[in-house]
């Protein structure tokens, strides 16, 4: 966000007042009623998705399966945001350097986040070109073409759900000084740098996890294969079908619990109040936070095994009725006021293509990942490196690979 405070997204709003306006705004259309609303959308992604990953089984080319999971990702953000891909899994390449550039402002954003007077220093001396200008001069115009969709009468026969921006022009018609055409842009925008790279990262994560304990990926291959004989997944599966399935439930939480996306403090500024948490006192205007990483590998919560992968854990804790329990110590997607409001978007998404993906491939990592631990980078986000391998395809009616 820029160093004027009034100019602040809803992401990084510091005031909690105005904050709760702003979320208020957009809430509805992030709700899991709304967004399954959407399937149409993800489902011309994951189609996309495993062609891609058909044709590359038949070449037995290497692959890094992060790079075009955030492809899908990307992609399907464009299409629910804006109506249009960008375009990400035709060929599999970022022209116009978009990944790099949202990592490069995740890496400023985590040292100027520690050393917060070097914003105002350096924020005005950030480039104006490369990919990061490119989402935004992508996201005004996006904007701008809608506009000029909807005041074309013939737009009304549209087929499908509104995207999200065609929504926000609509409330914006209704009550201007509520939805203004910054609060458009900057959600539009805040849409694209944080629900590509975080979906990317979750999806790795439980990719990875299910190769490095092959039990575990034959087991949820062998729900989705019942599930599939007895008539109970559709093809594409539906999101209503996913949450069905234990398993697979179990593997996403898991995924989630051992990799989140972010490596850092969730933050809070302690009230003038002050605060007294654990036992120890924290004055006013202190900042405090608990780390993701850190909260899922408590023992106390989690078992013995608590920095091991073992998705079981979810079904032990739903049966023995410490599941809502636990939830108060599951950080993935932050907690309370600032949950992430992109997290039943990120749900939909992972919920979908981990099934298409499992029973249609199996996967051999590369050498370096399947023989080590895979490598990470933490900038905010925390983003695998190495996260390499084959695709292999599975033959129609046999749980054996080809």
């Keep these: 966000m820029p160093p004027d405070p009034n100019k602040a997204s809803l992401f990084a709003d510091l005031n909690p007042h105005r904050h709760g306006v702003q979320r208020r705004k957009f809430a509805s259309a992030y ?31 290497n692959v890094n399966f992060g790079h075009w999971f955030q492809c899908y990702a990307f992609d399907v953000i464009g299409e629910i945001t804006f109506g249009r ?7 599999g390449v970022d022209e116009e350097g978009v990944f790099g550039a949202i990592d490069s402002r995740g890496s400023y954003s985590t040292y100027v986040g520690i050393f917060p007077k070097l914003h105002n220093i350096l924020f005005p001396l950030l480039p104006s070109t490369g990919g990061h200008a490119y989402v935004g001069r992508y996201t005004k115009s996006q904007i701008a073409s809608r506009e000029a969709l909807l005041r074309d009468p013939k737009s009304q026969d549209r087929d499908g759900p509104p995207d999200f921006v065609s929504k ?13 055409t910054n609060d458009i842009f900057t959600i539009c925008q805040s849409n694209i740098g944080a629900g590509s790279d975080t979906t990317a990262i979750t999806l790795s994560s439980v990719l990875y996890h299910l190769l490095k304990h092959p039990a575990t990926y034959k087991r949820l291959q062998d729900e989705i294969d019942a599930g599939v004989a007895a008539g109970a997944i559709s093809d594409p599966i539906t999101f209503k079908e996913a949450t069905e399935l234990p398993y697979l439930q179990a593997v996403i939480k898991e995924g989630l619990r051992l990799h989140s996306a972010t490596g850092l403090p969730l933050a809070r500024v302690v009230p003038p109040s002050g605060v007294t948490l654990a036992g120890q006192k924290f004055p006013a205007g202190s900042t405090v936070g608990i780390n993701a990483w850190v909260a899922h590998r408590n023992t106390s919560v989690y078992g013995a095994d608590a920095d091991t992968w073992r998705p079981e854990r979810w079904l032990e804790m739903k049966e023995h009725g410490h599941g809502a329990e636990v939830e108060r110590y599951f950080f993935a997607f932050g907690m309370g006021s600032r949950t992430c409001i992109g997290k039943n978007l990120s749900l939909l998404e992972v919920g979908k293509l981990i099934p298409e993906v499992v029973r249609r491939f199996e996967f051999v990592l590369d050498d370096e990942v399947k023989d080590k631990e895979w490598r990470s980078v933490s900038r905010w986000f925390v983003k695998p490196e190495n996260f390499c391998g084959r695709v292999v395809e599975r033959r129609k009616g046999s749980t054996e690979s080809t």
């Design 31 to 61: 709700s899991m009623s709304s967004l399954v609303g959407y399937e149409p959308f993800v489902d011309n992604c994951s189609s996309l998705f495993i062609l891609r990953f058909q044709e590359i089984a038949q070449t037995g080319q």
């Design 168 to 180: 926000f022009l609509a409330l914006r018609a209704e009550e201007p000084e509520k939805m203004t």
């Design 85 to 91: 891909r960008f375009g990400f899994l035709d060929m």
